[in-house]
T-cell receptor
Framework: EAQVTQNPRYLITVTGKKLTVTCSQNMNHEYMSWYRQDPGLGLRQIYYSMNVEVTDKGDVPEGYKVSRKEKRNFPLILESPSPNQTSLYFC??????????????FGDGTRLSIL | EDKVVQSPLSLVVHEGDTVTLNCSYE??????LLWYKQEKKAPTFLFMLTSSGIEKKSGRLSSILDKKELFSILNITATQTGDSAVYLCAVEGNTNAGKSTFGDGTTLTVKP
């Protein structure tokens, strides 16, 4: 089944303790992206990757890191999490990162609480 | 900076009503506008619009784009309780192909 898989789905942690949210897709998609969603707000883009070893900042990259060492995986790293990073996080992918029009496929989300 | 404004922010209707959701946008070098439906978890794709005046239709849902006035509408006829969701509008431009800008969404509640 074609899907985007995020882990963990839920995490409660404390300020300053490094964490990684994994994202994996099995559709051989070139493009992957991370978003955060806060109550009453839409999705805000954190980072995106047009292809392996190519990453770029979205609108809210502060406090986050990403890497794209292989096509299927795009982990989101919080080196020193803070309470303002408490949010619902979505990973998404689409076929290409170029100028072709395609929708994104989203994972089921990761709910992070940072105390 | 790209911008998407959706209205209304929330809407409560009864089954059988018709609703119109609005999305206005500003984006450098427009490429596409997309509508997604978000229930309890992941957003799911509804429509992609790239050309003005061409209606996209899927069952009771339809959408159209006006590139001159920079807006799109999503219509839902004969609403059902299963249409209750957050509807998200997003735009993408050609200047920065990887960026997607979303609006805050419209929360639709359909009562029996």
């Amino acid at each position: 089944e074609a899907q985007v898989t995020q882990n963990p789905r839920y995490l409660i942690t404390v300020t300053g303790k490094k964490l990684t949210v994994t994202c994996s897709q099995n559709m051989n998609h070139e493009y992957m992206s991370w978003y955060r969603q806060d109550p009453g707000l839409g999705l805000r883009q954190i980072y995106y990757s047009m292809n392996v070893e190519v990453t770029d900042k979205g609108d809210v990259p502060e406090g986050y890191k990403v890497s794209r060492k292989e096509k299927r995986n795009f982990p989101l790293i919080l080196e020193s999490p803070s309470p303002n990073q408490t949010s619902l996080y979505f990973c998404a992918s689409r076929i290409t990162g170029g100028f072709r029009n395609q929708p994104q496929h989203f994972g089921d989300g990761t709910r992070l609480s940072i105390l | 900076e790209d911008k998407v404004v959706q209205s209304p922010l929330s809407l409560v209707v009864h089954e059988g009503d018709t609703v119109t959701l609005n999305c206005s946008y500003e984006v450098t070098n427009f490429r596409s506008l997309l509508w997604y439906k978000q229930e309890k978890k992941a957003p799911t794709f509804l429509f992609m619009l790239t050309s003005s005046g061409i209606e996209k239709k899927s069952g009771r849902l339809s959408s159209i784009l006006d590139k001159k006035e920079l807006f799109s509408i999503l219509n839902i006829t004969a609403t059902q309780t299963g249409d209750s969701a957050v509807y998200l509008c997003a735009v993408e431009g050609n200047t920065n192909a990887g960026k997607s800008t979303f609006g805050d969404g419209t929360t639709l509640t359909v009562k029996p």
